[in-house]
Nanobody, 121 residues
């Protein structure tokens, strides 16, 4: 079992930056593919970015060049650095842990409770 807790969300102006953190407990994150997903208001949950056990990364087209995922295995924590934020980035952001290299949220087993990011125009 892995417990995930996100933090760092809030209200930010368009063009600004936010860094989200996701602290894991129970098992080491080095055993998992870790991902960030988001759910905009009234929409489906969508893939944002993921990082493999070896550090390889993959981003959704909508966030390429703006968002960066990273992991600190010693702290059992992953991060999401979000730059050049846009109003359409407004969503609840979730971190997740899974076993396969996937962008489908259904392939991830463990989830945090989510943190709200609101980008004002």
């Amino acid at each position: 079992q892995v417990q995930l807790v996100e933090s760092g969300g809030g209200l930010v102006q368009a063009g600004g930056s936010v860094r989200l953190s996701c602290v894991a407990s129970g098992r080491t994150i080095s055993s998992y593919v870790m991902g960030w997903f988001r759910q905009p208001p009234g929409k489906e949950r969508e893939f944002v970015t993921r990082i493999s056990r070896s550090g390889g990364m993959s981003n959704a087209d909508s966030v390429k060049g703006r968002f960066t995922i990273s992991r600190d295995n010693a702290k059992n924590t992953i991060y999401l650095q979000m730059n050049s934020l846009k109003p359409e980035d407004t969503a609840v952001y979730y971190c997740a842990a899974g076993s396969s290299w996937s962008s489908r949220w259904t392939d991830y087993t463990y989830w945090g409770q989510g943190t709200q990011v609101t980008v004002s125009s």
